[in-house]
């Protein structure tokens, strides 16, 4: 059976993760990844959480831009909670947060086409490693069917009741 990985990056590196994808892919890797996977009504962050808790490692792309989004730390922070390899690829100069700077990290700059080796390399040697215990992953997949995100829109969304007129 072939490896697999949970891919996670922020939206605007979008480029950079198909370009991996397909690197990986073509050395026979599974990747899960987000815009591949979830459909319209998907409740994501439980959705996102099994999917995670079902691969061999998380591969998490780290950028200015990864490290501001609410989406990838809480991918991230799932992976930690699941007791994932963690295999962070550094596409800028970006530090990792403190709870993931003990991970080795590889960097995409300047060699691209080396990182999908050095992936498929620590897969080999992390997807041996041991996994959360069903009872963690149970109770991290729970605590993520709760979640009830809020909107962080532009405009106040109103929140009085008004009739709807036709």
């Not at 950028?63 to 800028?92: G, H, M, Q, Y």
Request: aromatic share 6%.
């Amino acid at each position: 059976m072939a490896s697999s990985v949970f891919l996670s990056y922020a939206r605007t590196n979008l480029a950079v993760a198909e370009q991996l994808e397909g690197q990986l892919t073509a050395l026979g890797l599974n990747v899960w990844r987000d815009q591949e996977q979830l459909r319209t009504g998907t409740r994501w962050p439980k959705v996102l959480g099994e999917a995670i808790a079902a691969r061999d490692a998380f591969l998490l792309l780290w950028s200015a831009d990864s490290a501001k989004s609410n989406f990838v730390e809480l991918e991230w922070t799932t992976a930690l909670a699941l007791k994932k390899p963690i295999l962070p690829v550094l596409i800028d100069q970006t530090p990792l947060p403190p709870s993931l700077a003990a991970y080795n990290a590889t960097s995409i700059i300047g060699k691209a086409s080396a990182v999908a080796n050095d992936i498929r390399g620590a897969l080999g040697s992390e997807a041996a490693s041991p996994t959360s215990p069903p009872e963690n992953t149970n109770r991290v997949i729970t605590l993520l069917a709760g979640i009830r995100l809020r909107c962080r829109c532009a405009q106040p969304v109103p929140h009085h009741h008004s009739r709807l007129r036709l």
